[in-house]
């Protein structure tokens, strides 16, 4: 059985599709065991309580700088004994440090088709403004693993929505959520408890 940690900052909405999917039988080699937040009022902290999931805080502001942040993580992850780490909505931007400790063994899921409307700065609803501003027919999200560069860790899955006329950023936000996001995450966290991941010159294989 794989232990799963999960990384929050916010509402954990897709922490609850991995709660839910772990109770219905459908990561039967995994076991979500932590929930780290990066924030104290986060609602995701919430819904762990609600399912007693184990949960710490560790808040940027409370360490000098961005290096002694991800040892801090990296510490917290060993003591967890994570074999999947899920960055599910963690806003907070980690080192090398942590993606050296964990290689290939991270995963995020991001709210748009990657390589459109990634990288820095590129999050949450803004990511959902952005796609309305530029005019693209069809949208997603992709789950992918954490590499150094910021969003641009081998592709593991993605999933597509179009978008419609009239969507304001949250009605995009909440549909690709519910058609993609919320179904991804948990497959993609079993394929990996079962391992049928692999990597092979920076391209997934998923052996399904
Ligand atoms: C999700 O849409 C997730 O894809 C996005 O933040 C939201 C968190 O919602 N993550 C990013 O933008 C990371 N770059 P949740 O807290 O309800 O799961």
Redesign the pocket.
């Known amino acids: 059985m794989k232990n799963i940690v999960v990384l929050?900052?916010?509402?954990?909405?897709?922490?609850q599709a991995l709660i839910d999917a772990e109770r219905r039988g459908e990561i039967p080699n995994g076991k979500i065991t932590c929930v780290i937040a990066s924030n104290a009022e986060a609602y995701?902290l919430t819904r762990a309580k609600q399912n007693h999931i184990q949960t710490r805080v560790l808040v940027r502001k409370d360490y000098a700088d961005i290096a002694e942040y991800s040892a801090a993580m990296v510490e917290a992850l060993r003591e967890e004994n994570a074999d999947l780490v899920i960055?599910?909505?963690?806003?907070t931007i980690l080192d090398e440090q942590v993606t050296k400790a964990f290689p290939y063994q991270m995963v995020?899921?991001?709210?748009a088709l990657i390589p459109s409307f990634c990288g820095k700065g590129?999050?949450?609803l803004h990511?959902h403004e952005e796609v309305l501003k530029r005019g693209v027919k069809l949208t997603g999200?992709t789950v992918h693993f954490v590499t150094e560069v910021c969003?641009g860790g081998p592709i593991i899955m993605q999933a597509a929505v179009p978008v419609l006329e009239n969507d304001t950023p949250e009605v995009l936000?909440r549909r690709?959520?519910e058609e993609c996001?919320w179904k991804l995450l948990p497959k993609a966290a079993a394929l990996f408890c079962d391992g049928k991941i692999t990597v092979k010159d920076g391209i997934v294989h998923i052996d399904d």
Not at 108 to 111: D, E, F, R, S
């Open positions: 929050v900052s916010g509402g954990g909405t897709n922490l995701a960055y599910a909505g963690f806003m995020n899921v991001h709210p590129y999050y949450g990511v999200a969003d936000q690709v959520m996001e």
